[in-house]
């Protein structure tokens, strides 16, 4: 920490805050909703093209359901253990639950009716038809029931449900059919039948020779498409699988279960092998919520409620399809006219031919904002280390890499050809369980040291060192960033990296490796903000330097960007600067669990949430300081998890240049947005997004950093 902030006096004590009560604080799983209403909203905008916005209903479907598997199930397990303890918002489990529930009745309507009544006949006008089983023409449904005999039969497994055969165990996310059979003697039974996750959910309609050969002249991607759902396809055809039976009905239904992983780390002798067993763990969890079609009879509806040990406040009825992140099919196809436009990063390598990467570095910090600038510049630079005989030695984080990934692939090359790597890599990072397990084992048997991180945490911030040696000694390079060391996602998560070779940043990255992979107890850095430890205390210690200089000059100024906003004491002091007079301007993209605009307590602080094209996923933490502005950014956000139970950097922007275009550039652009931004209103609630048709002179941050392009920051 900066000795001149810790030097400075206790700022003057103030009364308690004014309404210190429950009601200052939003409700953290309601705030999260209203953040995937506002993905909702980007589906439902007719101004963005069609195919982005089937994807951020995919988006959408897919949230949720993480929502459910985590959140909802963690307050049901607190429901059931009889906890106590409400969250600052005063909201007790229970009655979150049913909030919850409320929030997303009407809502998942909005989903039905922007699928039903606007998706679909926008897709089918533009040569995209997602047609239901009884809309197919008779050779259609015979050319289906043809690809179903070869394709679908043989994966099928039809599962009895009655004395001789036990309910079959229902996987998480599994899409299912419930079947009613009737005997000779008309005697009704239950089957089971799962929907295949091996093939697509979209199943597109043989067409016939003459269509086939019609089609081929066609020169739009997308055009003449039909496609027609999996359930249905599968439902059609049962009488296959139950020759000599009656069938009755068949209904879709869907379950989602607790995929929240709980792994006893310090009962575990080898965390790799714990890990393996414990995320096949997944698809076992309590049930956290059913998925029904509203034609599924009554008596069908208890068989599941019953046999699955649900409540009614469960149950969620639609009218289909269940599962909207089955609709990413469709978003991916690739029909240019209906996406947006390309967006091509500016790629720059760092070397010339004047001067070596290393002395480019050497002489002054590079910082990269993706996706406007390429992240093919960092896997650049780590080749060139992997190759390069003066490195010695690379240490690296790895939390969210995704498949096929060119950085490990750059760190195995490097430890092939001799030298020391070292890699933490985080197992716990959710939902990315199986693939890191995968990189590890393969990083291992590549002689590379790996490491699991600090017990009952998780390593989520993003470092990568490089050490060289050079004619004046051994030097180190530095790589520290908002976002994943991953090249997939970081084509639209936005996201700043920077390049270093600052001797003192550099000492503290190392350290910080010293402390995730051995037993360093170092808690004290010159450069760095780290988590756990003392971050929250200094940022609430700069905050409290804010509010000094309110009183001093009147010129007290905080900007941050982030993507959530939750933890009490920091919510506190911000509370306690808006008191003070000092403006706050705060872009939370998901949670925000403080209230803006309540007089007496926030009236100075503007919350906006941005939403678009690109997933705004910088952490950027401006402090005006009177004139001695200091920029904070890195991997963590203002909430508990991160500052208590991850570890997490932020680091300052030294150079003026990159200092400047931070703040002007990224941070002060964003928050200058009209086009995507959304603004939090007291209530918790977010004013509607602008439509560009009405403002056609407003700023649209993601647009004006295409077209002016990325470029270095030097």
Known sequence: MNPELRAQPDPPREEPLAGASPQRYINRELSWLRFNSRVLEEALDAVNPL??????????????????????????????????????????????????????????????????????????????????????????????????????????????????????????????LAVTVRDAAGAEAFARVKVPQTIERLVPIPAEKKDRDALRGLTEPGAGKRLVWLEQVVAANLDLLFPGIDLVSAHAFRVTRDADLEIGEDEAADLLTAMVEVVGQRHFGSVVRLEIDESMPERMRQILVRNLEVQPYQVYVSQGPLGFQGLSEIAALNVAELRDPPLVPVFGSLASAEESQWARIARRDVLLYHPYDSFSTVVDFLNAAAEDPDVVAIKQTLYRVGPNSPVVEALRRARENGKQVSVLVELKARFDEQNNIVWARALEDAGVHVAYGLLGLKTHAKLLLVVRREPGGVRSYVHLSTGNYNPITARTYSDIGCFTADRELAADVAHLFNALTGYSRKSDYAKLLVAPGRMREQIVERIEREIRVQHETGAGRLAFKLNALVDKECIDALYRAARAGVRVDLQVRGICCLRPGVPGLSEHVRVTSLVGRFLEHTRVYWFANGGDEEILIGSADLMPRNLDHRVEVLFRVEDPTLHAAVRDDILFRHLADTANTRVLLPDGEYTPKRSARDDPAGIDSHDSMIRRGGRWRV
């Open 51 to 176: 195919l982005e916005r089937v994807k951020f209903l995919s988006i959408y479907g897919g949230n949720l359901d993480e929502f459910f598997m985590i959140r909802v199930s963690g307050l049901r397990e607190q429901l059931a253990a009889g906890v106590v303890e409400a969250p600052p918002d005063g909201m007790t489990p229970k009655e979150q639950l049913s909030a919850i529930r409320s929030h997303l009745l009407p809502e998942l309507r909005r989903v039905r009716d922007c699928w039903r009544c606007d998706l679909r006949p926008a897709l089918a006008q533009a040569g995209i038809a997602v047609l239901d089983w009884e809309d197919l023409e008779k050779g259609e449904q015979r050319r289906l029931r043809a690809h179903f005999r070869s394709e679908i039969f043989p994966i099928l497994t039809p599962l009895a449900f009655d004395q001789g055969h036990p309910f079959p165990h229902i996987s998480n996310l599994s899409l299912n």
